[in-house]
């Protein structure tokens, strides 16, 4: 999995339009200036991300953009998908689609170890809402309760601890 620019600018967007949620919309240039991202790459990532359902957008001399639920509802896991498509690309379903052909996956053993770590960082993700990054003071407080939550009981699953 890599952070692109793309994920990183949409998440703050996001985070943007959570901080405004319930008040007026904000429109790309507004965004675009707020977070210094360049407002075609703007409109670009907003285009993303209302098709996935994560915001509205209203006409008119005061439209803009809205989340389209509250902050607490839409999840980091929900904006990357939104962006990219997917989390993380999983390494050996590219092999089983057949554009490329493995000769290990009948007796692959690192397959388990990519497929864990996948899911570790999707529930990972899935766990942080927008309310939670809105939350944090510079700190890494509910973030970190987040991952104690999702991710800490995969990650002692996977090392064989109860």
């Known amino acids: 999995m890599r952070i692109t620019s793309s994920v990183e600018y949409a998440a703050r967007l996001m985070v943007q339009l959570g901080r405004s949620f319930g008040e007026r919309p904000l429109s790309a240039a ?15 990532l907003l285009v993303r991300l209302r098709r996935a359902g994560l915001l509205q957008s209203q006409r008119g001399t005061a439209g803009g953009y809205l989340l389209s ?23 050996c379903g590219k092999y089983s689609e057949g554009r490329k052909d493995c000769h290990h ?6 397959s388990p170890v990519w497929k ?18 809105l939350e944090e003071s510079g700190s ?3 973030v970190f309760a987040a991952w104690e939550k999702t991710a800490a009981p995969i990650l002692r699953g996977f090392k064989g601890e109860s």
């Not at 639920?69 to 690309?89: K, Q």
């Open 140 to 142: 890494c407080g509910a």
């Open 105 to 110: 996956q009948s007796h692959c053993q690192v």
């Open 116 to 133: 864990r770590l996948g899911l570790l960082i999707e529930q990972y993700l899935d766990g942080i809402t927008l309310s939670q990054i």
């Open 30 to 44: 507004q965004l675009s200036q707020l977070e210094n991202i360049p407002s075609d790459y703007v409109n670009q």
């Open 69 to 91: 639920r509250p902050p607490s509802e839409i999840n980091l896991g929900d904006v990357i998908r939104a962006t990219e498509g997917r989390i993380f690309e999983d390494v």
